[in-house]
């Protein structure tokens, strides 16, 4: 078969082996690197002692210290606004939105290197970030996409996984077999088999992230071909970059759309670690199981309705409305079919959020990009009204916290002006940008020791019983 030959090609070509000085007063431990050592691995080595003493003397002297109360609405209610989990890589505030390692989204863009000036940020200098809490020099990333580029190997088996399903199979379905495939060459596995120190966890952890995130992109971009391009496969182009050489295997060749995806990554990779499938990859993660079992696990989380999904609903909402409307549509019109959608029980996808209660800022820097490329667009004109009109209405309706537009509200439009016009592959670009998110904490996890997760569940008699006892005290 053409294909499966193209494919087994691919495996043996991959098998060869201007900073800102100002710093945002929040950063604590955040430094600016010098181009001095370009091996991202000898520089984790130096920071996890430290990291680790650091851990050791907070649990310590804090240990009994309470971080709030729970209430029987957090038990009930999806533990919102309950701290229970520890991660490093990313905060997200209510007010000013997430923030890597204590850097705001526009701060990443001013200060992480980026293919070209004024460009946007190289997704290989967040992943440096994320996992050492420094900004890297143009340097250090390129060794970074060098060394991706070096472990991007998928083996042919995993393609003939995926070829096992249905090409009408969900894309999301695809992408999960495929990451699960990757597995059978876990390092962390054949590591922990042989007997190994727990001291020593995070360095095949280490092999097994760095492996999975470099052949991620070849996994989607073959489960993207397969479906909607007739299996014409793409190689990978050495001299393009993570976020560039994505779009390029997904069929793109525009340099706009490479810097879109460079933003879409960048911005997509990590929300702290309450999420679904941040959290679902750091439980599984806390089994010992290795960073692909784990990241297939967030990946299903991620192809659920409420989380990774939305991104495609919204686009396809947002169709509706032109398919109804048109695209000139007036504000009343437009005001009209927000309250049809609302009457009729759905809720308008791309607004709200469980924690932000502002604007989110991953949003502001999409439209920021489509001011800057497509202002003309009709579409980004589309979304430019629904900022304006669907947040009065949602207040008004008094039902929601947040009445605000989050990152779905903006990606798809965006995606679809190049030409990825597939809705329902958009959640396979949201799972390649996590990885690099997931995959670095798994990484500090096992770092730091963190143990097995395994919090108390009660029942609703238990929750009765203790409520009746409280109100009598």
Known sequence: MVFLKGVSALSRLRSRVKQHSSLSNSVRWLQMQSSSDLDLHSQLK????????????????????????????MVIGGMRGMTGLLWETSLLDPDEGIRFRGLSI??????????????????????????TGKVPSKAQVDALSQELRDRAVVPDYVFKAIDALPVSAHPMTQFATGVMALQVQSEFQKAYEKGIS???????????????????????????RRMYKDGKFILMDDSLDYGGNFSHMLGFSSHQMHELMRLYVTIHSDHEG?????????LVGS?????????????????????GLANQEVLLWIKSVVDECGENISKEQLKDYVWKTLNGGKVVPGFGHGVLRKTDPRYMC??????????????????????????????????VKNPWPNVDAHSGVLLNHFGLTEAR????LFGVSRSIGICSQLIWDRALGLPLERPKSVTMDWLENYCKKAKAA
């Open 106 to 131: 526009p701060e990443c863009q001013k200060l992480l290197p980026a293919a070209k000036p004024d460009g946007e940020p190289l997704p290989e200098g967040l992943l440096w970030l994320l996992l």
């Open 198 to 224: 727990k001291l020593k966890y995070w360095e095949p952890t280490y092999e097994d992230a760095l492996s999975l995130i470099a052949c991620v992109p070849l996994v989607a971009s073959y489960v993207y």
């Open 425 to 428: 592959y958009y959640t396979v």
């Open 46 to 73: 130096e920071l996890i002692p430290e990291q680790q003493e650091r851990l050791k003397k907070l649990r310590a002297e804090h240990g009994k210290v309470q971080l709030g109360n729970i209430t029987v609405d």
């Open 366 to 399: 999409q439209r920021e990009f489509a001011l800057k490329h497509l202002p003309d667009d009709p579409l980004f004109k589309l979304v430019s009204q629904l900022y304006e009109v669907v947040p009065p209405i949602l207040t008004e309706l008094g039902k």
């Open 274 to 282: 309450g999420n679904v499938s941040a959290h679902t990859g750091h």
């Open 287 to 307: 089994a010992l199981s290795d960073p692909y079992l784990s990241f297939a696990a967030a990946l299903n989380g991620l192809a659920g309705p409420l989380h």
